[in-house]
């Protein structure tokens, strides 16, 4: 028997305990053992569900129990959970947890104390919720240099966007309406600011450069200036709007963005839709795969952290994950990047064709006959610094929006 521990029973947490109920059976056989779980953490009780008799609220009864082999983290948050974890880690217990925010900011260190102590600290949940990316690019595609992760890694962007695209509706609407199905938080700050996607770029990005790389350094725009008029732009164009969290290698440096973008038809994340993430990867040797699912909720996530429980089990006594160092990479900048760019100014397109080519050269002009006052246009591609530039020699730029080729 392999006994484990779950810190924090909320959705997740619960989630969790729910799938190792439901697919006992067969999570066990996979697993060689039968997976028991012998504590729950919470600083709460819950009278009448089964579960009370398990719950405790001292983390210190499950880093004193050696019988406690596996400890689930799911509270979320840096603090308490990386001290909690960390501890546990100390302590000789493997450890899986969908915690975003903590993978990102100590992934390398808590990783390290796995290793030194031939225990495992797995993360599959933090980045795709129930896609497999994580598993994948640590040991399907380990023969591979990754040259970019392209993905859309936030469910509820994603279906404010496919809501604006597909139904007309508007930025304040659709927010609404996502908050009221549960998709969006109260407070959709992470979401909606890109926050989220960009601590999950950050991840991948650590994963596929073997270094860490900090948040913080990744240009990150979110979709709240995102409008129908956009929409409607995206659609005369036969493109769409996702928010894309990309890092790309550059020669031998590494990029990484979050922001919207504009997708043509032929783009693999063009029809990706709803609360639905996935996940474009492209290695020197294997070329292009795609990874699609459920991104998020509460059993496609906790279903992610029991396959993590499920290796760990397998390899008590030998850490199985890839590692990234703490020393800091160094992003390319985002001024030395190159793209297309699609902006929106005032007036028409008879009476600024000719300054706007002047500073941006040639470029595709886009005109909607609803929109009497003004007008789109695509330049080629040059640099971010490039686009600035010209940008400002203009004081009437509605909105810019990057095209991803």
């Not at 899986?96 to 290793?115: C, F, M, P, Q, Y």
């Not at 994948?136 to 279906?159: F, V, W």
């Not at 309406?177 to 770029?201: L, T, W």
């Not at 590692?323 to 028409?348: A, H, N």
Request: include cysteine; aromatic fraction near 8%; hydrophobic fraction near 40%.
């Amino acid at each position: 028997m392999v006994n484990i521990a779950v810190m924090g029973y909320g959705t997740v947490g619960s989630g969790v305990v729910e799938v190792i109920n439901t697919n006992g059976a067969i999570i066990n056989k996979r697993a060689g053992n039968e997976i028991n779980v012998k504590y729950v953490l919470d600083i709460r009780d819950f009278p009448g569900d089964p579960i009370q008799e398990k719950i405790v609220h001292d983390v210190d009864v499950i880093i004193n129990d050696p019988d406690v082999q596996i400890v689930v983290e799911v509270m979320g948050g840096i603090e308490p959970a990386y001290t909690f974890v960390k501890r546990c880690l100390e302590a000789g217990k493997s450890v899986a947890t969908s915690n975003k925010a903590l993978v990102a900011k100590h992934g390398a260190e808590l990783l390290s104390i796995a290793r030194d102590r031939d225990i495992n600290f797995l993360f599959e949940a933090s980045v795709g919720g129930g896609i497999p990316i994580i598993r994948a690019l640590n040991s399907c595609i380990t023969a591979d240099e990754i040259e970019e992760i392209t993905g859309i890694l936030n469910g509820t962007t994603n279906y404010m966007l496919t809501k604006m695209f597909y139904e007309g509706a508007d930025y304040d609407e659709v927010l609404k309406e996502a908050q009221d199905n549960g998709y969006a938080e109260r407070n959709p700050e992470a979401d909606v600011e890109g926050y989220d996607a960009c601590r999950k770029i950050a991840i991948l990005s650590s994963l596929i450069s073997g270094q860490q790389v900090d948040f913080e350094d990744i240009y990150t725009e979110g979709i709240t200036k995102i409008t129908k008029k956009d929409m409607m732009y995206a659609k005369a164009m036969d493109m769409t709007i996702k928010l894309l969290a990309s890092s790309k290698r550059h020669d031998d440096h590494l990029h990484a963005i979050v922001a919207p973008a504009l997708l043509g038809r032929e783009h693999p994340l063009y029809n990706v839709n709803g609360v639905f993430n996935a996940v474009f990867v492209h290695g020197n040797v294997l070329g292009d795969a795609m990874f699609y699912g459920s991104g998020a909720g509460k059993l496609p996530t906790a279903s992610a952290v029991v396959a993590d429980v499920v290796d760990e089990a397998k390899h008590l006594h030998r850490n199985i994950m890839t590692m990234w160092d703490e020393e800091k990479l160094s992003l390319l900048p985002i001024e030395d990047t190159c793209k297309r760019f699609f902006v929106r100014v005032r007036g028409t397109a008879e009476e600024r064709k000719a300054e706007i080519e002047e500073a941006f050269g040639p470029v595709q002009i886009i005109s909607i006959p609803e929109l009497k006052d003004e007008f789109g246009f695509v330049t080629s591609t040059m640099t971010e610094r490039e686009y600035q530039k010209n940008a400002e020699k203009f004081a009437d730029i509605i909105h810019m929006i990057r095209v991803e080729d």
